[in-house]
């Protein structure tokens, strides 16, 4: 699925990833395992699959005998520290693995090894035999380590408790690991709130988001990818002088370049073409206005690369013919109905938005 599993605010649709979802659920039930010590469930599985009631963690390893849920929560369990980190990677086992070699107890709970303390800064690790200085270097950083953690409670029961949870309570839930996994998937990008505006319709925000990509199907994408025959002409559909690709009929035809400055000359500002559709949201975005100036501008470019696409449709499906005054009137109509519906406490007039963006500009201006 690629950039379409990826968050929106990454980049992508926001679609789940099924088998890391089912993964997230079968984490769930390894966190109950090792939390709902004195359920009946619990007892029975372990009677069951001969497991030690006392251990946190079942073995992982299983036989034909078990069944098949049992035989994917233990698969999972396996294999999830290579999918989501489950054991985290700062597992004191695994960042001083000299030290751990050396102990006599290596199941020994938090409580045990606290309670050999003879001192708030005195760790007495059971180990087998006397450490070398490389090893004593690292025990030295491991109580470095100790003495810079979280304060530990003597008195109460060693638990789980879950580190990427939303809440202080440490508490597992489902959506968390799922968050957590998405993280992994690419950082926020701050173009991806211009692009999905509440102010326009999600069909609007989705067609930018393929014109983002690059994957509108222009054709001179529809020949790439197979889909035209090479005799087709994939001329532009407004002028005709060059191929029709994406970023040509949106901004560099001289068509759209008119749209577009007309547009920003209403609103009296100069530009420079962009080279992508990228580049154009990222100068717009760039530009600050005041409250409802900017809900109505950064609304604009959306609005205006659907009007260029759905014009160029109509052109090739229903032989209209591109006129500029037309397109323009269009726009901003379509602005008018979809701001005044969607932008709550619009303090302006469909009429207003309309016919006089250059005096809305500039009364705004004198606020």
């Known amino acids: 699925m690629g950039e379409a599993a990826k968050s929106i605010n990454q980049g992508g649709l926001g679609i789940r990833r099924i088998r890391d979802v089912n993964a997230c659920l079968l984490l769930k039930w390894w966190w109950k395992i090792g939390t709902q010590i004195n359920s009946l469930w619990r007892r029975a599985i372990c009677s069951k699959y001969k497991i030690d009631e ?34 985290a990677d700062n597992c004191l086992k695994n960042d001083f693995p000299l030290l751990f070699n050396l102990l006599t107890d ?47 409670s003597p008195h109460e029961a060693d638990c789980f408790f879950w580190a990427c949870a939303t809440v202080s309570s440490g508490e597992f839930f489902v959506s968390s690991i799922y968050s957590f996994s998405n993280s992994t998937l690419g950082p926020h990008l701050p173009i991806c709130n211009h692009i999905w505006n509440r102010a326009v319709p999600p069909k609007i925000s989705f067609f930018c988001w393929l014109a983002w990509k690059n994957k509108i199907k222009s054709a001179e994408f529809m020949l790439r990818i197979g889909i035209l025959d090479p005799s087709v002409s994939i001329s532009c559909t407004f ?29 009296g500002l100069s530009w420079c073409i962009q080279d992508s559709v990228d580049g154009l949201l990222q100068w717009w975005m760039r530009v600050n206005f005041n409250h409802f100036d900017r809900l109505i501008w950064r609304a604009i470019p959306l609005i205006v690369l659907w009007s260029l696409w759905k014009c160029r449709n109509e052109c090739i499906f229903e032989e209209a013919q591109p006129n500029i005054s037309d397109l323009s009137e269009t726009i901003k109509v379509r602005a008018a109905l979809w701001l005044k519906a969607n932008i709550k406490d619009l303090p302006f007039s469909v009429d207003d938005l309309t016919f006089n963006w250059r005096q809305i500009r500039a009364g705004n201006s004198n606020l």
């Open 54 to 87: 006392a251990c946190w963690n079942p073995p992982v390893s299983f036989s034909y005998k078990h069944s098949r849920v049992w035989k994917d929560i233990l698969s999972i369990g396996n294999h999830c520290n290579n999918i989501f980190n489950f054991y």
């Open 106 to 152: 290596k199941d020994g709970s938090l409580h045990q090894y606290f309670d050999r303390k003879t001192s708030p800064n005195t760790w007495n690790f059971p180990i087998r035999r006397t450490m070398f200085s490389w090893e004593l270097e690292e025990e030295a950083s491991l109580i470095e380590a100790l003495s810079s953690a979280h304060s530990v």
């Open 239 to 267: 002028y005709g002088f060059e191929s029709e690709s994406a970023t040509h009929v949106l901004l560099h035809c001289p068509f759209s370049w008119q749209i577009w400055s007309s547009i920003i000359h209403e609103w």
